[in-house]
């Protein structure tokens, strides 16, 4: 094996965003791109020589060149051994289950999540650590850092790695294993949940659902674990050819673009249960029918009935939330007496927390809800947990929505998200109410009187690490709150979003229309800022 030492340049845009480097595929493919983030993550971890990693990604467009290129500078640069899913596939909660169970010292995953793929779209590159979860803060920063001053990769001469046959293959002294991409999470799946009883409710022929895998990875993982272990009718999955464009959709699981799913879910003879995931497999849209579960409820109700599947029978230790988050988890906390954590958006945050033993359960209003079995957001698992559910309180969606409300009253909440705005205003709209806040505290709008306006920042309670700048919040005496926020994983100018929520305790005003609960709150928000005028939208692009 020969190895070539490339001379490059930096470039100076390759800092990780909230989930990694994205950047559209023609950025990817300028000279040396890839190749130098690559190095500068291998430059920064401590010990390489013999290391073992795991690699794949969603089946995104230049998913499979970008392997190649990957498994040569992994030869290069000493890399032990390589665990790569077939076909290049690995959902990022399957990733982050095989760095944990093979014990692997990290992986590089490729993926831009729920951003459309092809050769017009999105791609990207995250690096997870020893604990299967998304580097910290820290190492990012430091591989950031590295592409900055790096002048030369290593690589091995061309060789092209055959990643669609299962076993073991040489590039010089480094082992690549290919690996069933499905196996081991599907295996702990069925670790966590009642199969028996979830495959008794397929059984039963009283029980239809439909999963949108959005012809992005979850595909095989959908049809295996719910069409074969567990005895859904064929044709349950949708969509389940994983795509290099995601058949030109975009594969983000919510009202706007699962729109198929949701048409199934709201049309006349609709099954009892839908379900959708993203690109990489890690976020879920949870539907009953007619009927859609904000994705903030659904981590207080998997949080209230954990008891009810056998993986966390013994109970669980605490929450985390992302700060925009509904606070309706922290409800449920204080009901069974574990701590609540609130964190900055992103995974990453969730952690520490976890190897801590803090918490058990965490989840963002994103569509994003995990534990403790891996350390990464799961999609699938999410849907597994619901279905559990279903099975053990033989209720439908919605009856299981309504009884929490029911017991812990309903936060209700919504994000507004303005995508593909002009940078320069976004920044301006933030910046501006970032200088006001402090005079908006003690101010009265309309039912509302405000207690705390700050700029969110989290000191981390195992490490003291300290995350600046993480969000606007505008948080009124009744536990109403405005959160503004600049999103860090789109490519193209900016995406605002606007979180809403407002605490309705009285259960005979439950059934209504959450925009309409939330009507006064949002005008605040336009009152504040004047965003939507700064902006040049009328209104939102998506409404979660
Ligand atoms: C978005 C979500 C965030 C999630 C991230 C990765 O980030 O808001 O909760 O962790 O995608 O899936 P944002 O674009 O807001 O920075
Ligand atoms: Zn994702």
């Not at 190095?39 to 010990?47: D, G, M, R, S, W």
């Not at 076909?87 to 951003?115: D, E, F, V, W």
């Not at 409820?297 to 993986?311: E, F, K, M, R």
């Not at 409300?405 to 919504?414: F, I, K, L, M, P």
Request: proline share 5%; glycine share 10%; hydrophobic share 40%.
């Amino acid at each position: 094996m020969n190895v070539n030492t490339i001379t490059s340049h930096p470039y100076t845009d390759q800092r990780p965003g909230t989930s990694g480097l994205r950047k559209k595929v023609s950025v990817f493919r300028k000279p040396h791109y890839l190749e130098n983030f690559v190095q500068a993550v291998f430059n920064t971890l401590e010990e390489m020589a013999g290391m073992t990693l795991v690699l794949g990604g969603d089946g995104r467009y230049y998913n499979r060149e970008a392997i190649q290129i990957i498994l040569r500078i992994a030869a290069a640069n000493g890399v032990g051994r390589v665990l790569v899913g077939r076909g290049g596939l690995l959902s990022t909660p399957a990733a982050s289950c095989i760095i944990r169970k093979y014990g692997a010292q990290g992986g590089i995953i490729l993926s831009a999540s729920h951003n459309p793929g092809g050769p017009e779209g999105d791609f990207g590159i995250k690096y997870n650590t020893a604990n299967g979860g998304p580097a910290p803060e820290k190492l990012t920063e430091a591989i950031y850092a590295e592409t900055l001053r790096i002048d030369r990769y290593r690589i091995t001469d061309p060789h092209h790695v055959e990643l669609d046959t299962l076993g073991e293959q040489h590039l010089g002294e480094m082992a690549i294993e290919i690996i069933d991409p499905v196996a081991d999470y599907a295996d702990l799946m069925a670790n966590l949940f009642d199969f028996h009883a979830i495959r008794q409710l397929f059984d039963s022929g009283r029980f239809r659902m439909r999963f949108d895998a959005m012809h992005a990875v979850t595909g095989p993982y959908a049809k295996e674990i719910l069409e074969h272990r567990l005895g859904a009718e064929p044709g349950t999955v949708m969509n389940g050819e994983p795509l290099a464009d995601f058949g030109r959709g975009h594969p983000d699981p919510n009202l706007t673009y699962a729109r198929d799913l949701v048409d199934i879910l709201w049309g006349c003879s609709s099954p009892d249960f839908g379900a959708a995931s993203d690109g990489d497999g890690d976020r879920n849209m949870i539907l009953g029918a007619r009927f859609f579960v904000t994705p903030s409820d659904s981590l207080a109700i998997l949080a209230a009935n954990a008891h009810l599947v056998p993986g966390y029978r013994q109970g669980i230790r605490g929450i985390a939330r992302s700060m925009p988050t509904s606070q309706a988890a922290d409800r449920v906390a204080e009901a069974l007496g574990v701590p609540c954590y609130e964190t900055p958006t992103g995974w990453k945050f969730f952690g520490n927390l976890l190897d801590a033993k803090r918490i058990t359960l965490c989840g963002e209003e994103s569509f994003g809800t995990g534990s403790d079995h891996v350390r990464e957001k799961d999609g699938l698992w999410a849907v597994l947990f619901w279905l559990n559910l279903v099975a053990a309180k033989r209720q439908s969606v919605e009856e299981i929505v309504r009884a929490h409300w029911q017991r812990y009253g309903r936060n209700v909440y919504s994000r507004h998200d303005y995508e593909g705005v002009d940078a320069e205003a976004a920044n301006g709209v933030i910046d501006d109410l970032r200088a006001a806040l402090p005079d908006l505290v003690g101010r009265q709008y309309g039912d509302y009187r405000v207690a705390l306006a700050d700029d969110f920042a989290y000191v981390d309670p195992i490490d003291e690490s300290v995350s600046e700048s993480q969000g606007l919040r505008i948080i009124f005496e009744d536990g109403s709150r405005l959160v503004f926020r600049l999103s860090g994983t789109g490519t193209q100018g900016a995406t605002l979003r606007l979180y809403v929520e407002r605490y309705e305790p009285d259960t005979t005003r439950h059934g209504i229309d959450t925009q309409e609960a939330l009507a006064d709150l949002i005008a605040i928000a336009d009152e504040l800022t004047h965003f939507r005028r700064r902006l040049g939208r009328e209104a939102p692009t998506v409404i979660t």
